[in-house]
């Protein structure tokens, strides 16, 4: 990827190809030339109610670590995921991942001058 030499960001980025070869887009990719010189993927997941997002964090955590080559991190929040999920996604930090935050987590991060 080439880069300008300011901090920038887009959002629904082809980041590569997924763990079943299909394009994959980030919710967010950051550069920074000093911070994150190799960019910084930032996937949003949010569940007010009861559903399916939390059954996706298995295939994010997969092509985070198994094919994107980028750091990312992965930020929750709306408290409707299912007991243990965000324990389970929590437990997957390593590698490529290298955070799962909540949005108050998050927040607190970025203001930090982490972004």
């Known amino acids: 990827m080439c880069c300008l030499e300011q901090p920038i960001y887009t ?12 394009p994959v887009k980030c919710d967010f990719i950051v550069h920074h030339p000093v911070k994150h010189p190799e960019c910084l993927i930032i996937e949003s997941k949010w569940q007010e109610s009861s559903g399916s997002v939390d059954e996706k964090y298995p295939y994010t955590v997969l092509n985070i670590k198994e094919k994107l080559g980028y750091p990312s991190i992965i930020v929750l929040d709306g408290g409707g ?23 108050m987590e998050f927040q607190k991060w970025s203001n930090s001058d982490a972004l």
């Open 11 to 22: 959002c629904q980025f082809n980041a590569g190809k997924s763990i079943y070869e299909t």
């Open 81 to 103: 995921y299912k007991p243990g999920a965000e324990a389970w996604l929590r437990m997957q930090v390593g590698g490529n991942l290298l955070h799962v935050f909540n949005m």
